[in-house]
């Protein structure tokens, strides 16, 4: 067995397999730019290594497999003045998404417990995709002023019926059975399997290793289909809301989708509903993440964003003052703002 020293994701060989570890438990293994440089090395490096045949990544500790990135830094960062640097981290978080979903050798990833944003970027974009007992996946982004990146949209937006809006815009988590009924993943691995699954992965193929784990666990997402598909087929942020009010019984969904939307900034409804429209008209996973550095960007600049972090994150008192205050508040015009170009254009380098 080969592994790298630090404090930082590890990356070790044993066999023909390559483990990447993300190691900061306390923090369920949320990303910063550290951790991305790091990842990508690791990544890189495994594939350059002629005796590595499938690369794993996987998270330490108990509590998830990541939690997403550091949004603490991120309002330091805008607080600070630099937005630059933001979408620099942003964009090597993209690219090393790319890298992830073009990588010419098999990658598994095992999103165990907490996987959400960032996370989901590093899970959701491999060639073979567990969840587990305790898997909870999900893009929490509009409840802190942010819509949902890392190409979250562009699975999102191909999952079945108005199941990905749902999802985008409540901010759910989302259990083993839900991701696999959504496309998010592929392969339902009990918890305690799961070391005997890593085991089989240091000789043979993912697709060996993995045969029979097909099973599907109850989805909740899939029972609840036809309330999501009414509710959620409206064309704006505001129609959802009022269909959710009209439905004609009351139905968990209809109580989510109104307890959700009340939480979240309306402006991030609003943008994240046009992104994940122009996301299902996409031809390929590297448009979805140019649109998402644009309106990251100018996220960044809206005073949403620090809001959200400071009432969720820092003071948590779960009272942000949005601006402007209500869906009705959103203009079609100041949707289409967030998607003016801004900055750098989004360059991605191949293998």
Known sequence: MRSTAGTGPA????????????????????IGPEEI???????????ADASVA??????????????????????????S????????????????????????????????GLTLGGGVGLASHASHRIVTDS???????????LSPDIGGLWLYSRAPGRTGAFAALT??????????????????????????????????????????????????????????????GANSVLEILESARLLEEKSAVAEIAMASLAAASPTALCVTYEALCRAANMHGLTECLDQDLRVGQHCARHPDLTEGIRARVVDKDRKPNWCPPTLADVSP????????PIGKPLRFSDW
């Open 11 to 30: 990356l070790t060989v044993t066999g023909r397999l390559a483990t990447i570890t993300l190691r900061k438990p306390a923090a369920i293994n949320a």
């Open 333 to 340: 015009v100041d949707v289409e703002r967030f998607f003016a």
């Open 54 to 79: 499938t690369i794993l990544i996987r998270g330490e500790g108990e509590r998830g497999f990541s939690a997403g990135g550091d949004i603490k830094r991120v309002r330091t960062m805008i607080a």
């Open 171 to 232: 901010a759910a988590h989302l259990s083993a059975g839900d991701a696999l009924y959504m496309g998010l993943a592929d392969h339902y691995v009990p918890h305690g399997e799961i070391d005997d699954v890593v085991e089989r992965l240091q000789y043979l193929h993912p697709a060996e290793a993995l045969e029979g784990f097909d099973a599907q666990p109850p989805s909740w997402v899939a029972d609840h289909r036809g309330a999501i598909d009414r509710v959620f």
């Open 81 to 112: 003045g630099e937005v630059d640097a933001l979408a620099e981290f942003w964009a090597n978080e993209y690219r090393l998404n790319h890298l992830i979903d073009t990588c010419p050798k098999p990658v598994v990833s095992i999103a165990h």
């Open 37 to 47: 440089d790091a990842v990508t090395a690791a990544l890189r490096a495994a594939v």
């Open 135 to 145: 898997t909870r996946l999900g893009m929490p982004e509009v409840l802190i002023g």
